[in-house]
T-cell receptor, first 113, second 115 residues
Framework: AQSVTQLGSHVSVSEGALVLLRCNYS??????LFWYVQYPNQGLQLLLK??????LVKGINGFEAEFKKSETSFHLTKPSAHMSDAAEYFC???????????FGSGTRLSIRP | DAMVIQNPRYQVTQFGKPVTLSCSQT?????MYWYQQKSSQAPKLLFH???????NEADTPDNFQSRRPNTSFCFLDIRSPGLGDAAMYLC??????????????FGPGTRLTVL
């Protein structure tokens, strides 16, 4: 069965600094991987997805993620943090056998002025 | 814009009083999901409909039911809400076929308060 692990339940960076949110996956088949963002009292918004095409995936709001099979990782990055990036971020993997997605536990991103 | 709509955004009910949450979509997706999300936790899948086929998660309490009268609408019924059912309820949709990634798109959620 597939799973994802998000390292760090809370990450704090200064405005303008690099954002790095870590996600490692476990999958016996080529995975479909997703990053979602959730702002307070909102639903989840798809940031980007990996579907076995290009290993570097660009998403919305300046975020991107790189699929690294050798490291079983799919870390999310943004070169320069903005105050509006403060939110909860979820990494997820598609469980193809059960036709559903499995979420990581989430990482709360805070931005310091 | 195609979207997933949830009504109401905030719902208050009394302990034990049945409540229904609504979800509609204009994406024409064949799968609709209901999730429960408690504070500082990941969403927890309750069940989903693949077309008219209902798929319940093994650990979803019997207190939670769902209906999908047509492609566009799906309802979550909580028969006797308890204090522990206070949460954000998220609806999501996806298009599932042999070539799709089954990417899920979420609505804004309904925050349920149980008094």
């Amino acid at each position: 069965a597939q799973s994802v692990t998000q390292l760090g339940s809370h990450v704090s960076v200064s405005e303008g600094a690099l954002v790095l949110l870590r996600c490692n996956y476990s999958s016996s088949v080529p995975p479909y991987l997703f990053w979602y963002v959730q702002y307070p009292n909102q639903g989840l918004q798809l940031l980007l997805k990996y579907t076995s095409a290009a290993t570097l995936v660009k998403g919305i709001n300046g975020f991107e993620a790189e699929f690294k099979k050798s490291e079983t990782s799919f870390h999310l990055t943004k070169p320069s943090a903005h105050m509006s990036d403060a939110a909860e971020y979820f990494c997820a993997v598609r469980d193809s056998s059960a036709s559903k997605i499995i979420f990581g536990s989430g990482t709360r991103l805070s931005i310091r002025p | 814009d195609a979207m997933v709509i949830q009504n109401p955004r905030y719902q208050v009910t009394q302990f034990g009083k049945p409540v229904t949450l609504s979800c509609s979509q204009t994406l024409n997706h064949n799968v609709m999901y209901w999730y429960q999300q408690k504070s500082s936790q990941a969403p927890k899948l309750l069940f989903h409909y693949y077309d008219k086929d209902f798929n319940n998660e093994a650990d979803t309490p019997d207190n939670f039911q769902s209906r999908r009268p047509n492609t566009s609408f799906c309802f979550l019924d909580i028969r006797s809400p308890g204090l522990g059912d206070a949460a954000m309820y998220l609806c999501a949709t996806s298009s599932r076929d042999s070539t799709s990634t089954d990417t899920q798109y979420f609505g804004p959620g309904t925050r349920l308060t149980v008094l």
